[in-house]
């Protein structure tokens, strides 16, 4: 009743996952105005709430405004060729191009982040796996996904262990 932004986050979020349409469209009309321009604005600090809001436009039947607003996260989130990215930006990235459908580059983003040490598969603010997230539907299909997600696991499994050997 409050509109805090972290029970509209949560609510974003249920919404998303369960692909409650009449929900998504009621929040929808609650969007930020700085998302349903042309030149969408992305909060730098909140990102996967732009990435929800994005998959809530798309419940709603509003596919153009989603992917205008996953293209200006993944603009948000670019750096040089020659600049480092932090893992938590290219998992964002990642996110942001299964919403648009594009399915080599959001694996990409994960490998990448994998390679700079990246070993989380839950993301710490919704306690929700990679993969169940619904912009991810696609991308958890893919061979090279699944074997992203082996590699991190088996990564996981040494780690406790050798942790597990200490004690």
Same mark, same amino acid.
């Given at each position: 009743?409050?509109?805090?932004?972290?029970?509209?986050?949560?609510?974003?979020?249920?919404?998303? @996952?369960?692909?409650? #349409? &009449?929900?998504? #469209?009621?929040?929808?009309?609650?969007?930020? +105005? &700085?998302?349903?321009?042309?030149?969408?604005?992305?909060?730098?600090?909140? +990102?996967?709430?732009?990435?929800?809001? /994005? *998959? !809530?436009?798309?419940?709603?039947?509003? /596919?153009?405004? $989603?992917?205008?607003?996953?293209? =200006? @996260? @993944?603009?948000?989130?670019?750096?040089?060729?020659? *600049?480092?990215?932090?893992?938590? =930006?290219?998992?964002?990235?990642? !996110? =942001?191009?299964?919403?648009?459908?594009?399915?080599?580059?959001? !694996?990409?983003?994960?490998?990448? /982040?994998? /390679?700079?040490?990246?070993?989380?598969?839950?993301?710490?603010?919704?306690?929700?796996?990679? &993969?169940?997230?619904?912009?991810?539907?696609?991308?958890?299909?893919? +061979?090279?996904?699944?074997?992203?997600?082996?590699? @991190?696991?088996?990564?996981? $499994?040494?780690?406790?262990?050798?942790?597990?050997?200490?004690?």
């Amino acid at each position: 009743a409050t509109r805090d932004p972290i029970w509209t986050a949560a609510e974003f979020m249920v919404t998303a @996952v369960s692909g409650d #349409r &009449e929900t998504a #469209r009621r929040i929808a009309r609650q969007l930020p +105005p &700085e998302l349903l321009g042309d030149s969408p604005r992305i909060d730098r600090e909140q +990102p996967i709430d732009a990435l929800l809001a /994005a *998959e !809530i436009l798309r419940l709603s039947g509003r /596919a153009e405004q $989603a992917a205008r607003v996953a293209q =200006a @996260v @993944v603009r948000r989130f670019d750096a040089a060729p020659s *600049e480092y990215r932090d893992t938590d =930006a290219l998992w964002i990235r990642a !996110i =942001a191009f299964a919403s648009l459908g594009d399915t080599d580059r959001a !694996i990409d983003e994960l490998e990448r /982040a994998r /390679a700079q040490g990246f070993r989380m598969l839950v993301d710490d603010a919704y306690f929700l796996r990679l &993969e169940d997230y619904p912009m991810m539907a696609n991308v958890v299909k893919a +061979p090279r996904f699944r074997s992203f997600v082996r590699a @991190v696991e088996a990564d996981n $499994a040494k780690m406790r262990a050798r942790l597990s050997a200490r004690a």
